[in-house]
Protein backbone atom coordinates (compact mmCIF):
# COMPACT_ATOMS: atom_id res chain seq x y z
CA UNK A 1 0.00 0.00 0.00
CA UNK A 2 1.71 3.45 -0.99
CA UNK A 3 1.07 6.10 1.11
CA UNK A 4 0.51 9.77 0.63
CA UNK A 5 0.58 9.45 -2.93
CA UNK A 6 4.02 8.22 -4.07
CA UNK A 7 4.41 5.15 -5.70
CA UNK A 8 7.33 2.45 -4.55
CA UNK A 9 9.61 3.44 -7.57
CA UNK A 10 9.23 6.98 -5.99
CA UNK A 11 10.33 5.59 -2.58
CA UNK A 12 13.29 3.68 -3.60
CA UNK A 13 14.65 6.56 -5.77
CA UNK A 14 14.80 9.15 -3.30
CA UNK A 15 16.57 6.47 -0.82
CA UNK A 16 19.00 5.59 -3.73
CA UNK A 17 19.68 9.97 -4.51
CA UNK A 18 19.64 10.03 -0.68
CA UNK A 19 22.90 8.06 -0.24
CA UNK A 20 24.90 10.16 -2.62
CA UNK A 21 26.49 13.39 -3.15
CA UNK A 22 24.48 15.86 -5.18
CA UNK A 23 25.31 15.85 -9.28
CA UNK A 24 25.67 19.16 -11.28
CA UNK A 25 26.01 19.02 -15.31
CA UNK A 26 29.19 19.82 -16.23
CA UNK A 27 30.28 19.35 -20.18
CA UNK A 28 34.39 19.06 -20.44
CA UNK A 29 36.36 16.88 -22.44
CA UNK A 30 37.81 13.98 -20.63
CA UNK A 31 40.50 11.36 -21.06
CA UNK A 32 40.22 7.58 -19.83
CA UNK A 33 43.57 5.26 -19.29
CA UNK A 34 42.34 1.47 -18.64
CA UNK A 35 44.95 -1.65 -18.71
CA UNK A 36 41.97 -3.07 -20.66
CA UNK A 37 41.12 -1.01 -23.29
CA UNK A 38 43.86 1.31 -23.44
CA UNK A 39 42.94 5.62 -23.57
CA UNK A 40 39.39 6.48 -24.31
CA UNK A 41 38.60 9.82 -25.19
CA UNK A 42 34.62 11.42 -24.50
CA UNK A 43 33.11 13.97 -22.14
CA UNK A 44 31.65 14.52 -18.89
CA UNK A 45 27.74 14.59 -18.32
CA UNK A 46 27.56 15.72 -14.69
CA UNK A 47 30.01 15.19 -11.46
CA UNK A 48 29.75 14.96 -8.06
CA UNK A 49 32.44 15.07 -4.68
CA UNK A 50 32.03 10.85 -5.33
CA UNK A 51 31.95 10.76 -8.96
CA UNK A 52 31.65 11.37 -12.66
CA UNK A 53 28.85 10.91 -15.52
CA UNK A 54 30.88 10.36 -18.90
CA UNK A 55 29.87 9.50 -22.43
CA UNK A 56 32.32 7.44 -24.44
CA UNK A 57 32.34 6.28 -27.82
CA UNK A 58 34.30 2.45 -27.17
CA UNK A 59 33.48 0.19 -24.62
CA UNK A 60 35.01 0.65 -21.08
CA UNK A 61 34.34 -2.63 -19.02
CA UNK A 62 32.03 -2.66 -15.71
CA UNK A 63 34.10 -2.81 -12.69
CA UNK A 64 37.50 -1.39 -14.54
CA UNK A 65 39.80 0.98 -12.45
CA UNK A 66 40.66 3.84 -14.63
CA UNK A 67 42.66 6.79 -14.55
CA UNK A 68 40.92 10.02 -15.34
CA UNK A 69 42.01 13.41 -16.81
CA UNK A 70 40.32 16.78 -17.45
CA UNK A 71 40.18 20.11 -16.89
CA UNK A 72 37.58 22.16 -14.28
CA UNK A 73 37.18 25.69 -14.33
CA UNK A 74 39.53 25.72 -11.36
CA UNK A 75 42.38 23.50 -12.74
CA UNK A 76 43.64 20.55 -14.45
CA UNK A 77 42.73 17.21 -12.50
CA UNK A 78 44.28 13.60 -12.36
CA UNK A 79 42.03 10.84 -10.29
CA UNK A 80 41.22 7.23 -10.58
CA UNK A 81 37.75 6.12 -10.74
CA UNK A 82 36.10 2.40 -10.58
CA UNK A 83 33.47 1.96 -13.67
CA UNK A 84 30.37 1.58 -11.77
CA UNK A 85 27.49 1.55 -14.41
CA UNK A 86 26.93 1.65 -17.93
CA UNK A 87 23.59 2.17 -20.19
CA UNK A 88 24.70 2.35 -24.00
CA UNK A 89 27.21 5.04 -24.05
CA UNK A 90 26.71 6.45 -20.62
CA UNK A 91 29.06 5.33 -18.07
CA UNK A 92 29.12 5.97 -14.29
CA UNK A 93 32.29 6.59 -12.24
CA UNK A 94 33.01 6.26 -9.05
CA UNK A 95 36.35 8.09 -7.64
CA UNK A 96 38.42 6.07 -5.21
CA UNK A 97 41.01 7.47 -2.93
CA UNK A 98 41.87 8.13 0.31
CA UNK A 99 40.37 11.93 0.36
CA UNK A 100 38.35 13.80 -1.94
CA UNK A 101 40.07 15.68 -4.62
CA UNK A 102 40.26 19.27 -3.48
CA UNK A 103 39.76 20.58 -6.98
CA UNK A 104 36.73 18.38 -7.65
CA UNK A 105 35.35 19.34 -4.12
CA UNK A 106 36.08 23.50 -5.32
CA UNK A 107 34.43 22.62 -8.27
CA UNK A 108 31.18 21.04 -6.87
CA UNK A 109 30.70 23.73 -3.86
CA UNK A 110 31.23 26.65 -7.07
CA UNK A 111 28.60 24.55 -9.49
CA UNK A 112 26.04 24.49 -5.97
CA UNK A 113 26.29 28.13 -5.85
CA UNK A 114 25.24 28.92 -8.85
CA UNK A 115 22.68 26.27 -9.10
CA UNK A 116 21.18 27.73 -6.12
CA UNK A 117 21.38 31.24 -7.22
CA UNK A 118 19.58 30.14 -10.41
CA UNK A 119 17.16 28.73 -8.98
CA UNK A 120 16.40 31.94 -6.66
CA UNK A 121 16.25 34.33 -9.54
CA UNK A 122 13.70 32.56 -11.63
CA UNK A 123 10.71 35.17 -11.62
CA UNK A 124 7.27 34.16 -10.34
CA UNK A 125 4.48 33.88 -13.33
CA UNK A 126 0.94 34.86 -12.00
Partial sequence: MEG??????????VLVDARHQPRFKLVVDITLTSRS??????????ISQSGVSVM??????????????FVLPLGSVKVYA????????RY????VGNSPNEIILATCRSLE?????RQSTIPIKG
Fill in 37 to 46: CGILKGQTVD
Fill in 56 to 69: LRLEAPVGDLVELQ
Fill in 113 to 117: VEASL
Fill in 4 to 13: QGQSAAGKAR
Fill in 92 to 95: GLQF
Fill in 82 to 89: IVRQRNAF
